[in-house]
Nanobody, 124 residues
Framework: QVQLVESGGGLVQAGGSLRLSCAAS????????MGWFRQAPGKEREFVAA????????RYADSVADRFTISRDNAKNTVYLQMNSLKPEDTAVYYC?????????????????WGQGTQVTVSS
């Protein structure tokens, strides 16, 4: 079983930065891909970024690829999402997700484990 707890959301002005954290409790020896998704009001949840257990491979949505960076600290069982040059359209609830295996999937149904979400609001 995996439990995920996000933190780091908040209110920031356009052009600013935030770093989200996701603390994960995982079974020893499990291999997980960690992902970030977001859901804006009135919209479907969408993929943001994913990272392999090794941390060497990452994948990003086109809308954030040049502004966001996903990373992980396996010693702390924590994954991060550094968000720079934030825009009002980045406003959403951000969710951390996890899946076994090694594929950097973008579909939310591929991720069986989810956190409760953290709100990010970017003002113009």
């Amino acid at each position: 079983q995996v439990q995920l707890v996000e933190s780091g959301g908040g209110l920031v002005q356009a052009g600013g930065s935030l770093r989200l954290s996701c603390a994960a409790s995982v079974r020893t020896g499990s291999i997980y891909v960690m992902g970030w998704f977001r859901q804006a009001p009135g919209k479907e949840r969408e993929f943001v970024a994913a990272i392999k257990w090794s941390g060497r491979s990452t994948r990003y949505a086109d809308s954030v690829a040049d502004r966001f960076t996903i990373s992980r600290d396996n010693a702390k069982n924590t994954v991060y999402l550094q968000m720079n040059s934030l825009k009002p359209e980045d406003t959403a609830v951000y969710y951390c997700a996890a899946r076994s295996g090694s594929s950097l999937q973008q579909q939310e149904y591929e991720y069986p484990y989810w956190g409760q979400g953290t709100q990010v609001t970017v003002s113009s």
